[in-house]
């Protein structure tokens, strides 16, 4: 055990000072415009995706890449609605079929009720 905690570096041989410049991975810096005229920009590492926004440093507000990229419309998916996953199953002719079975057994079902007892009734009464 002793000889072990012994067993160190040599004095001055190995520094344990981090070298902060040295290894830093690539980074780019992006530059941002607030829609009050504020300008900044925020260092991303190289490979990092850019955020089309970014709250500004001075205001607050909503600042958007000063590339002149809007972030468009076609990137943000829409929210697909119940008619749209519908839509996607079936075709106007396919519905307007399925709706003419389901009225027929809606109607079927309410002329049942309407008609006379069943046969096997009327015959014992
Ligand atoms: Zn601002």
């Known amino acids: ?9 040599r004095l001055g041989a190995t520094s344990y000072e ?3 410049n040295t290894d830093l991975a690539p980074r780019q ?7 009050k005229g504020h300008r900044f920009t925020v260092p ?6 850019v955020p089309p926004t970014w709250e500004c440093r001075v205001c607050g507000a ?10 468009t419309a076609a990137k943000v998916k829409p929210p697909r609605s119940h008619w749209d996953m519908l839509m996607e199953r079936r075709s106007v ?27 096997s009734h009327r015959r014992s009464a």
């Open 62 to 71: 909503t600042a958007t890449t000063a590339t002149g990229d809007e972030p």
């Open 1 to 9: 055990m002793a000889e072990r905690a012994l067993r160190g570096t």
């Open 18 to 20: 981090n070298d902060r």
């Open 29 to 35: 810096e992006v530059a941002f415009d607030c829609p």
């Open 93 to 119: 002719a396919d519905l307007e079929e399925v709706l003419a079975e389901r009225l027929a057994i809606i109607r079927g079902q309410r002329g049942a009720d309407i008609a006379a007892p069943p046969a």
């Open 44 to 49: 991303f590492a190289a490979e990092a995706e």
